[in-house]
């Protein structure tokens, strides 16, 4: 019962069975109840006749009352062997005829007088009734053994507790089978739901729904809608917006760069030709400090831009959208380390490369875009003179890593630098905070997520993921 609806359904189910097996167990025993007074009823019109059925022997003042039993007494004890006897006593309650245990005393009226008696294990229902008989006054008894009445009380548990019982598990059973049997389409449908992903924003299958559901899937199916293109809008905006900034930026970048190049040439020729007056000097130095800035401030811009658009590309797309490929991990190592090795060499970093051959399924330049920000990050902490290193390779999963010497990143703070323009505090390397944010969600395009961990010796840090099995 993991569902409110559930609980509900068999409540409601299985509430009125147990009512109808309550009914079962009263009507029962008013079954019992009519049969016994029909019982009593047989009791009461079988004393005439065993009134009848007295003689007498010898004079009347002594007379010893001798039964001769009428036909319908003697079918009556026949009918119910063991479970039925007859007595014929004296007014002092000693029985003259028949089985002695039906003594005791007569009643005090001439009217029949019905009651209950257990012997050697049987229940009897018995008739007493005072007559006048050719041998006196006597006292003539009857008892059944088989009274439905009585034998319902004792015979409870067996006849009517257990079979109901029975039936009310069997029901049981039988109505949350039903019940659970009609519920999984709905179940499926909850199912389907969990385990999507939080892109994935595609259509349910109306027909695949009970009708009672179909609404619900219709609705939404519609708010899916809604919100695929709401997340479209705002990822085709920002793409377009990063897209429109490149063109501008570079063009922007490319005059400062050829300014500032064009100012160091002049700061060098004056410096090799003669020595300037002072205020001069201090002039051409406020000057190629203002260009150095602005080319500093046009190369982040720049790659504020293209970030952005990488980001935009990576939540945009997802597994689902694009065919997968069958991408060699090792090759595009070597690729992504040929490009990084001029950057590597400017801060006189030893940039390695330890792969071994591995083929997995993905998308190749959303890969190629998170190897080349892990490669940019690690150049850019780690100091003159270190160490970084571009591992790829198959244990018992395929993984790819980029471990380096720098400061490395505390381990309270492994999550955080997962989110976007999230920098640690005290960090001086310049940054926008979205390499490490842009890789994870390229890792997640591939069912993946990155794993932060302290470098070598524990020292740096060493950030990878692991592919699950295709």
């Known amino acids: 019962m993991s569902t409110g609806l559930q609980r509900r359904l068999l409540l409601l189910l299985l509430l009125p069975l147990f009512v109808l097996a309550l009914l079962n167990a009263w009507f029962d025993y008013r079954s019992a109840d009519s049969a016994a007074l029909q019982q009593d009823s047989q009791l009461l019109s079988l004393v005439p006749l065993l009134a009848d059925s007295i003689v007498a022997r010898g004079d009347t003042a002594a007379a010893v009352p001798v039964l001769l039993t009428a036909p319908p007494v003697e079918e009556f004890l026949n009918s119910r062997p063991g479970a039925a006897a007859i007595a014929v006593a004296g007014l002092d309650g000693v029985v003259r005829v028949g089985a002695d245990w039906l003594s005791g005393a007569p009643p005090t009226t001439k009217e029949p007088a019905f009651s209950s008696e257990e012997f050697e294990g049987v229940t009897y229902r018995i008739v007493s009734q005072r007559v006048q008989t050719v041998a006196g006054e006597l006292v003539v008894r009857l008892a059944d053994g088989s009274d439905p009445r009585q034998q319902w009380l004792r015979l409870l548990a067996l006849k009517v507790v257990l079979p109901n019982l029975v039936l009310a598990f069997a ?10 049997t009609a519920l999984r389409p709905l179940l499926e449908l909850r199912d389907a739901l969990e385990r999507r992903s939080p892109r994935d924003l595609s259509a ?28 479209e809008s705002q990822a085709r905006f920002v793409a377009d917006a990063a897209h429109q900034l490149r063109t501008p930026l570079a063009g922007l970048q490319a005059q400062v760069e050829a300014w500032a190049q064009a100012v160091d040439a002049q700061t060098s020729d004056k410096n090799t030709a003669s020595a300037p007056a002072g205020s001069a000097q201090a002039a051409i130095t406020l000057g190629a400090d203002q260009v150095l800035r602005l080319r500093h401030a046009a190369r982040r811009t720049s790659q504020l831009a293209n970030q952005l658009l990488a980001l935009s590309r990576a939540d945009a797309r997802s597994a689902n959208v694009q065919p997968l490929q069958r991408i060699d991990l090792q090759q595009l190592c070597e690729a992504v380390l040929e490009s990084q090795l001029d950057a590597a060499m400017d801060k006189n970093i030893d940039l390695g490369l330890d792969a071994s051959p591995v083929h997995i399924s993905g998308q190749e330049w959303l890969l190629r875009e998170l190897l080349v920000n892990l490669v940019d990050n690690a150049i850019k902490y780690t100091p003159s003179g270190g160490h970084v290193t571009i591992r790829c390779g198959q244990g ?21 630098v997962l989110e976007r323009f999230y920098r640690v505090a005290g960090t001086a390397v310049e940054g926008n905070g979205l390499g490490l ?16 961990k302290p470098g070598g010796a524990g020292r740096g840090l060493c950030v990878g993921l692991r592919f699950p099995p295709a």
């Open 204 to 231: 349910l299958d109306p027909d695949a729904s009970p009708d009672e559901v179909r609404p619900l899937v219709v609705s939404l199916n519609r708010l899916f809608g809604l919100v695929n293109a709401q997340a």
């Open 171 to 180: 029901g049981f059973f039988a109505v949350r089978w039903a019940v659970g």
């Open 396 to 416: 018992r999963y395929a993984f790819l890593e980029v471990e380096d010497d720098g400061p490395g990143v505390p381990e309270a703070e492994h999550q955080r």
């Open 437 to 452: 944010a842009i890789a994870n969600e390229i890792a997640l395009v591939h069912r993946s997520q990155l794993e932060l």
